[in-house]
């Protein structure tokens, strides 16, 4: 049983089989990476997921063998996010579909191949668990690209990598296998597709109420007692897409040439 949501998401389709429903990022052209239309539509299959008691388990995965997701489809940032009124609705709308997928109340499992980059990583760090193929890749390039990361993501990296590690992902902008993202932290393991999907199968065999007490309980205990500054972050995050930075790290994207960044 597969649906489609026609206009608003038409790269976002979700299939049901089994206990099991998969969402597959399908943007194959453009290495799976999320469209604003794939953002905006993202909750509402989330929705039909959530109220279809069949459903037990949700696995979110790329379509095709090269890639999880790149990320935000950059493409699309001169058009969307080329004004202060277009990032604040662009940040609006990705924001509110990550937090749907953080409420989802059922197991939710990466299924990682090929690149996992940027808003790739953010939908993963969204998931309860993340496995990867061999050939899996990460890497966050905010920094290459003069963009910023949402606070409450980078939350929960640093709550999977610790505070050093995650401090190295972002200062850098490296590229990671699967076997250091492992390592590190970022995923629960390294697996072929067959073990994934043989998990997946078992844990859609289990009791839901039990699964979804866990994950309530599980999430409440891991946010911060008193977690300050998201003011102060949600401003630094306006302020990179508000500089001239920013403007250079598309046009060194677009020319295929390294960015100079001067720092305003």
Excluded at 165 to 179: L, Q
Excluded at 239 to 263: I, N, T
Aim: hydrophobic share 45%; aromatic share 8%.
């Amino acid at each position: 049983m597969s649906s489609e949501l026609d206009q608003a998401a038409p790269q976002l389709r979700l299939e049901k089989q089994g206990g099991v429903a998969t969402l597959w990022i399908d943007h194959p052209t453009r290495l799976n990476a999320m469209t604003f239309d794939m953002w905006a539509g993202l909750p509402a299959l989330l929705a039909e997921a959530q109220e279809d008691a069949t459903v037990r388990v949700l696995v979110l995965r790329g379509a095709g063998d090269k890639a999880f997701s790149a990320g935000a489809d950059i493409s699309q940032f001169g058009e969307r996010r080329s004004t202060e009124a277009g990032v604040k609705l662009w940040n609006e709308t990705v924001q509110a579909s990550v937090a749907c997928l953080a409420r989802f109340p059922k197991p939710v499992v990466a299924l990682i191949q090929g690149i996992c980059f940027g808003g790739g990583v953010g939908l993963a760090l969204h998931c309860d668990l993340r496995y990867a193929l061999p050939q899996a890749r990460f890497s966050i390039p905010a920094a290459r690209l003069g963009v910023a990361y949402y606070p409450g993501w980078l939350q929960r990296l640093t709550a999977l990598v610790g505070p050093a590690v995650a401090k190295e992902i972002m200062f850098t902008a490296g590229r990671y296998d699967a076997a250091q993202a492992q390592a590190m932290g970022l995923i629960n393991g390294v697996l072929e597709e067959a073990r994934i999907l043989e998990m997946v199968q078992s844990v859609a065999q289990l009791a839901p109420l039990s699964h979804a007490a866990s994950k309530l309980a599980i999430e409440a205990a891991a946010q911060p007692a008193g977690w300050y500054g998201q003011a102060q972050c949600e401003a630094a995050v306006l302020a990179c897409f508000r500089s001239q930075d920013y403007k250079e790290g598309q046009a060194a994207f677009r020319d295929k040439r390294p960015p100079v960044f001067a720092g305003r």
